[in-house]
């Protein structure tokens, strides 16, 4: 069986970069959307329950978006975008091989509008707009029934989410590029969905600052468990919208509500010294996707733990040597004193994160060189043990759960918040209190600051990419800050040599094309063109302010 199972890794490995097969699907529109869906809903309440709990489901559920009889092992929702948006960026790379499924985000012709890949992160976020406005759609707007108006707050906050995966990638930053094309807008009034054009970028945070406001107005603390939305995530992604928008006050602001209303606490450094971020269950996670036994059986290659933890005996990771790595560049950067350090193999493959961890016999650094014939490649430097595995070290179940907030990202946009709105004091012993007390005792911020190693603005994306590394922020917060692409100073450095590219912030190849099913369904949209595929070695000469 475990032959079996790499032969069909290598099989489906080689074929996935020329795989073209979105021409079978659906519009992501508007074919939920009818009006018989709207009375059926209306009729039978149990219906609109199925809906409503389906929206959060499909978050990171294998195979939901071509539900194919041969699933794709990258087809797993909004987990696997977060996986996309780092790999696409300059802090996470998996290897060059016939294994790597993300290899369209390494050397970015995730722009081929013809490729699965970027079809999944299109279709996903319109998907999942459609079933909100299907809950929107199945109840009176003037409703006073407290669990109707639940649900349509959520809905809001979740199609307001949808569009923040959006609207980062397909046009520049929002304070420069407001009045540009952005995505096209679909709520329960849209009628005409083979021509509906591009939405201005200020239009669609129009509508995603006021859906959100709607949630905030309208949730408390109360929900089914953290695989759901209620004030305080919705404040958090109010505070990421502003975050974008520039508007840093406002984003400092809904931080701190977000911290305040959710009880969550930063993980501690105890917590963090070993091999985590696998159980919605912990009480820095604000949200997050619960990845059940039942899910993860659809299809477990098409699992955060087959593609980013690496202690899966069922992965692409371990069994195919696919593990995802930091790059060495932001890893040279991180000091010694801090515990964040231990999240990657060092060059000596040694991380104090393995100490009491076991596979198969083998303890703390001697799992870096553990071999198990068709389960378990060797590990190397700078391979992540951040993510832990939630049914154990070496189990074969595919259910560990994936962070889509934690509290540990408010303190860092009520941080950035407070530096960029005139608050550089008080974003200082924000940032300062929580690296000190929950990563790096030794940190001195001061220093580093008067040091000219980085200045406060790069110091807290810094922060960032050490902290969120995995969790989906990495291009988007590159297009947000403008700025470069870096990957690589030397051709010594240990990137992936056809991934090994630097480039330059407005380069029109940076954003996203849409797939071709939405052109061809949509004749409104007009595509985004310009500029070209990187090529390996280019712009070596470029920085980022942070991996100088």
């Given amino acids: 069986m475990k032959l079996y199972k790499l032969s069909l890794l290598a099989l ?54 071509f539900k194919r009889k041969s699933p794709r092992a990258d087809d797993f929702g909004f987990v696997m975008m977060c996986i996309s948006n780092d790999a696409e960026g300059a802090d996470l790379w998996l290897p060059d091989n016939n294994y790597n499924w993300f290899s369209v985000c390494g050397e970015w012709s995730s722009r081929n509008p013809d490729y699965a890949n970027p079809y999944v992160r299109y279709a996903s976020p319109y998907n999942q707009i459609a079933i909100a406005n299907e809950v929107l759609s199945s109840f009176p707007a003037d409703t006073d ?119 969550a606490t930063p993980a501690s450094i105890e917590d963090v010294s070993k091999p985590s971020f696998c159980n919605i269950e912990d009480n820095n996670w604000m949200w997050g996707y619960d990845m059940t036994t039942d899910l993860q059986q659809i299809e477990p290659y098409a699992t955060c733990d087959s593609w980013l933890g690496s202690f899966s005996a069922w992965g692409y990771t371990a069994g195919a040597g696919c593990y995802a790595h930091v790059n060495s560049l932001l890893y040279n950067k991180i000091p010694s004193t801090d515990v964040r350090k231990g999240w990657w193999i060092n060059e000596n493959l040694h991380s104090p994160l393995l100490a009491d961890v076991e596979w198969d016999g ?21 391979t992540n043990v951040k993510f832990g595995m939630a049914s154990g070290i070496g189990s074969e179940t595919n259910n560990s759960d994936y962070p889509f907030m934690r509290v540990e990202e408010m303190y860092l946009i009520k941080a950035e918040g407070l530096a960029k709105s005139g608050n550089e004091a008080q974003a200082k012993q924000v940032l300062s209190n929580f690296v000190k007390t929950y990563r790096d005792p030794g940190y001195d911020l001061d220093k580093i600051i008067s040091s000219g190693l980085r ?71 007009e595509n985004n063109t310009g500029g070209q595929q990187p090529v390996s070695g280019q712009n070596p000469n470029l920085r980022d302010g942070v991996t100088d």
């Avoid at 083998?362 to 700078?382: F, N, Q, R, S």
């Fill in 362 to 382: 083998a303890k703390g650094d001697e799992i870096v060189t553990l071999t198990i014939p068709d389960v378990k490649e060797p590990m190397d430097a700078y």
């Fill in 145 to 263: 029934d407290a669990d109707a108006i639940n649900k349509m707050a959520q809905a809001r906050a979740i199609r307001a989410y949808d569009y923040l995966w959006l609207a980062p990638f397909f046009q520049f930053n929002y304070a420069d590029n407001k009045d540009l094309p952005c995505v096209p807008l679909v709520t329960p009034e849209t009628t005409d969905y083979s021509n509906n054009p591009r939405a201005s970028v200020k239009e669609v945070y129009e509508l995603i600052i006021s859906d959100l406001d709607y949630a905030i107005e309208h949730l408390g603390s109360d929900r089914a468990s953290k695989m759901y939305i209620n004030q305080a995530v919705a404040y958090g992604l109010r505070a990421r919208a502003y975050l974008n928008m520039g508007e840093y006050a406002k984003a400092a602001e809904d931080a701190d509500k977000a911290i305040s209303l959710s009880g």
């Fill in 12 to 65: 489906t490995g080689a074929m996935m970069v020329a795989c073209s097969d979105i021409d079978d699907t659906y519009p992501e529109g508007g074919s939920l959307l009818a009006d018989q869906s709207k009375e059926t809903n209306l009729a039978i309440p149990e219906r609109t329950n199925a809906t409503f709990s389906g929206m959060f489901t499909m978050m990171g559920q294998p195979n939901y978006t």
């Fill in 455 to 525: 200045n406060l603005s790069d110091e807290i994306w810094f922060q960032r990419r050490v902290e969120l590394w995995g969790e989906g922020f990495g291009m988007s917060d590159i297009m947000r800050l403008k700025k470069p692409v870096v990957r690589f100073h030397s051709l010594d450095d240990p990137y992936p040599a056809a991934f090994r590219y630097n480039v330059e912030y407005g380069d029109p190849y940076m954003l996203l094309r849409f797939p071709k099913t939405e052109t061809n369904n949509n004749a409104a949209i």
